[in-house]
């Protein structure tokens, strides 16, 4: 399985990869929206995981960019975010975000999780 | 003297004064006189004239006799000479022949009369003869001797002449005497008519003298009796003056002063004393009230009053050598006119206002005092009576309102400012209104106050009532500041506490996530001796994280920022969420966790924020109980809920009760082993449910025996939660950015 991680954030980037690849998937990772985009459409990832507030492209367009893409359209995107308002929730879900998770407040177990979940796998490390 | 003199004359004023009659008696005197003397003078000079026809008839009549004896003497002198011979006779005759033509001028000269004058002629005529016939018969005797001139004389022609000269002569003069006779009756008639003009002149003179003073010596005494009377009142008035309080002062329109009381003495410091007007102040040692400017001489109401105006109370400074102690006077004065409303003098009266100025004096160092404080602070503030009309309006009052203290007293303080909520723009009055019922009230938040030009700032504070001794409220006072900047810096606040806040979070994710990975092997197999440090690393984190949580919630509940979703829930249901998060901890510490509830409680609330506070008020029971358990009991009560959680833990001494709901506040006594909390949870917990209309209180505790915490929520459907939901939503109209 094939998970994409857009995140401005080095630290993030690297928890996560790294969590994800001990987990079993294949991770690669973008440090802003715009090259996120295209990195979805090269790599092609089964799941991706992108952070709301971010230079160049911020989440919502990231959402918007990959739900308008024909050959991404059907990718679940997370949500990842620090500070968000249930507005903001309701509006990334509205966007067609498969779900919205809080960083700090979730172990990075809890993310992986929500990929196995949203996947249907139940890949072990 | 005064008006007292005024009315004494008054009624006189329609007959004539005594003066007006003496003078009318002079001058009825004096034209009778000037009338007799008049008539005199006309008889005198009527009889000048007769005597001077009488002296003229007498001149007459001596000249004429004077001829006739010329002519006597020299015919005896002719009679002579021609007797001896000798030249020596003939002396009366030359000087006959020298004198006759001369008497005949005379005679011709004093009479007009035209018969005297033809015997005058006659006369003439029959003289040239005599003196021709003495002539021949002297000039015969000496030529031809004594017998030729007797021969002539013998004849008688020369008899005959002298007969006709005595004759005419005698009818020259019976002719004079006549005249002179006449002219005598005339003049003795004159005589008379002027004696008689006289004697009725100075009769009527004496008449009119002794009338006159006859009046006069009436109006003497009637002037003696007033002046009587007048100098009796004078005196009961002087009296009087003397005994006024007030000092009184009289000047005539010279300046000179006429009347000085008793009391004027004492104030002035001296008496009457003649001067120049103009150095009445200085002599007297007047000051403008300031103590040390001289007063100005023209500016005394004595001299205003000499000058006809009216002054009213002028407060003055008297300070003299001859005072004991300096004072303040307060000085009026008036012109004073007579009968006929001519200027007379003036008048000044004084008082001595030393005490009242001096209390004055202290009474405006204290309001000044009070006035420079009012308007020293940056306040605003205003006081207002029962009518709601401004007493009082200090300089930052006038600053923000943009209204003048000068515009703003004696208005009602709706004409001058308006507090309104500046985000409906509803007026904002309860607390005024609450002061004025007798209570100090705050003003509500989000007040703003509308000025002249229709800009608004945001301002805050509260008003008290004005209480007299009485206990009766009198009105109130009003205290408003500018909060522009306040707000501006609990902007500041904000913005800081939720950037820093979220630029905390994402670092302290990361570790908290690296740690974690590391304890469960991500990065591959962890010593032993690594674990605890690594957990302790982990643990540290989670207290960053909930730190960072709590002061991010504070920060939002204080600035009205925190997001409420009120909404009709049902307790129970929340109850069991928390309760079954929290079970598996107490079980970890053997601890019984239980609750009690009925079926459905509908209680107004926000179920994540309820779930906050129970969650918040468990753990800590958890936390601080060793052994038994925690209680979650619910009591429905008057259209409110109480939720108590009972813990059988050490309990929280007095002392910490009271401070346990300030902010990073913790129970300081040991808590060895216990984690500690960031000392905001009660906090942020009783701020929380305050906001959705309840009470968080510690309702019993006590050191070493167990807690009860307890708050409450509003039951749906009622009035009151009805009112608390207007009330979230409005704020959550204020604040769009509410998380």
């Not at chain 2, 206002?353 to 005092?369: D, G, I, N, Y």
């Not at chain 2, 962890?526 to 440090?533: A, G, K, M």
């Not at chain 2, 309990?651 to 009760?657: A, M, R, T």
């Amino acid at each position: 399985m094939k998970v994409l991680i857009i995140e401005d954030d080095l630290a993030y980037r690297k928890v996560y990869s790294r969590k994800f690849e001990v987990s079993g998937y294949t991770a690669e990772t973008a440090e802003d929206g715009a090259a996120g985009v295209e990195k979805a459409r090269s790599f092609q990832p089964d799941i991706i995981f992108t952070d709301l507030m971010m230079p160049q492209m911020d989440g919502f367009q990231v959402l918007d960019a990959i739900k308008a893409d024909p050959n991404l359209k059907s990718t679940p995107v997370v949500v990842l975010t620090n500070l968000s308002t249930p507005e903001d929730a309701q509006k990334v879900l509205q966007k067609g975000a498969a779900a919205v998770l809080v960083k700090s407040d979730n172990e990075p177990q809890v993310i992986v999780d929500k990929a196995n979940e949203l996947l249907g796998t139940s890949q072990t490390t | 003297m005064l008006g007292h003199t005024q009315q004494a004359t008054k009624p006189k004023a329609k007959q004539l004064s005594i003066g007006t009659k003496v003078n009318l008696g002079l001058i009825t005197g004096l034209v009778i006189v000037a009338g007799v003397g008049a008539v005199s003078a006309l008889s005198i000079l009527r009889l000048n004239t007769t005597r001077s026809e009488r002296t003229r008839a007498f001149q007459a009549e001596l000249a004429s006799n004077q001829l006739l004896t010329n002519l006597v003497n020299a015919e005896t002198g002719q009679r002579g000479y021609l007797l001896t011979g000798q030249d020596s006779y003939l002396d009366p005759y030359n000087q006959a022949m020298k004198e006759q033509n001369n008497l005949i001028h005379k005679l011709l000269s004093l009479t007009t009369i035209q018969a005297d004058r033809q015997l005058i002629q006659e006369i003439d005529d029959l003289g040239d003869k005599k003196l021709a016939e003495l002539n021949q018969t002297v000039t015969l005797r000496r030529t031809k001797g004594f017998a030729a001139a007797q021969s002539v004389v013998l004849t008688g022609a020369g008899q005959s002449y002298m007969d006709q000269i005595r004759q005419k002569i005698a009818a020259l003069n019976d002719s004079e005497e006549a005249t002179i006779t006449n002219d005598t009756v005339r003049s003795n008639q004159i005589g008379l008519n002027s004696v008689l003009a006289d004697m009725a002149g100075t009769l009527l003179s004496l008449i009119v003298v002794v009338s006159a003073m006859v009046i006069i010596n009436r109006d003497l005494t009637a002037r003696k009796k007033i002046e009587d009377a007048l100098s009796e009142s004078e005196a009961r008035l002087k009296a009087i003056i003397d005994s006024m309080v007030e000092g009184l002062v009289v000047a005539n329109k010279k300046g000179e002063f006429v009347l000085f009381n008793k009391a004027a003495e004492e104030l002035l410091g001296a008496g009457m004393m003649q001067m120049d007007p103009n150095e009445w102040s200085k002599n007297y040692g007047t000051y403008l009230t300031d103590g040390v400017t001289p007063f100005p001489n023209e500016q005394l109401p004595l001299m205003q009053a000499l000058s006809g105006k009216d002054t009213h109370d002028v407060e003055m400074y008297i300070r003299n050598k001859r005072l004991r102690k300096a004072r303040y006077i307060n000085v009026s004065g008036s012109p004073l006119h007579n009968a006929s409303g001519a200027l007379v003098g003036g008048i000044a009266v004084f008082n001595d206002v030393t005490v009242r100025h001096e209390a004055e004096e202290k009474l405006s160092t204290e309001k000044a005092k009070a006035e420079a404080m009012l308007g020293s602070i940056g306040d605003g503030v205003f006081a207002i009576d029962t009518k709601r009309r401004i007493i009082l309006f200090n300089h930052a009052a006038e600053e923000l309102t943009d209204h003048s203290a000068k515009e703003a007293l004696g208005h009602p303080y709706t004409d001058v400012l308006n507090f309104y909520n500046e985000k409906d723009g509803r007026l904002v009055d309860s607390f005024i209104h609450e002061a004025l019922a007798g209570k100090k009230a705050a003003m509500a938040l989000n007040t703003a106050l509308r000025r002249l030009d229709g800009s608004s700032i945001p301002v805050a504070d509260s008003a008290a009532p004005i209480v007299d001794s009485n206990g009766k409220v009198q009105g109130a006072v009003v205290v408003f500041r500018d909060i522009t900047h306040e707000k501006e810096l609990d902007h500041l606040k904000d913005d800081f506490v939720s950037i820093a806040s979220h630029e905390l979070r994402t670092p302290m994710g990361a570790i908290r996530a690296f740690v974690s990975m590391i304890l469960t092997g991500d990065y591959g197999p962890v010593n032993d001796n690594l674990v605890e440090p690594l957990n302790d690393i982990r643990n540290s984190t989670l207290r960053l994280v909930e730190l960072v949580n709590d002061m991010l919630d504070a920060a939002r509940i204080e600035a009205g920022r925190m997001r409420f979703d009120l909404a009709e829930n049902d307790l129970g249901d929340m109850l069991h969420e928390v309760a079954a998060v929290l079970t598996p901890l107490a079980k970890e510490k053997g601890l019984e966790l239980d609750y009690h509830t009925p079926d459905k409680i509908a209680v107004l609330a926000d179920p994540n924020k309820v779930k906050q506070v129970l969650t918040n008020l468990v753990g800590n029971a958890l936390k601080f109980t060793d052994k038994g358990g925690i209680h979650i009991g619910t009591v429905i009560d008057a259209g409110k809920v109480e939720i108590t959680v009972t813990d059988t833990g050490m309990g929280i001494s007095l002392e910490d009760q009271a401070k346990l709901f300030n902010k990073f506040q913790q129970v300081s006594s040991s808590q060895k082993g216990r984690p500690p909390g960031t000392g905001l949870g009660l906090y942020i917990s009783r701020e929380m449910i305050r906001k959705m209309g309840g009470e968080l209180w510690i309702k019993h505790s006590q050191s070493g025996q167990g807690s009860v915490f307890a708050f409450t929520l509003l039951q749906a459907q009622t009035p009151a939660a009805q009112r608390v939901q207007e009330e979230v939503a409005r704020e959550a109209m204020l604040h769009p950015d509410q998380k």
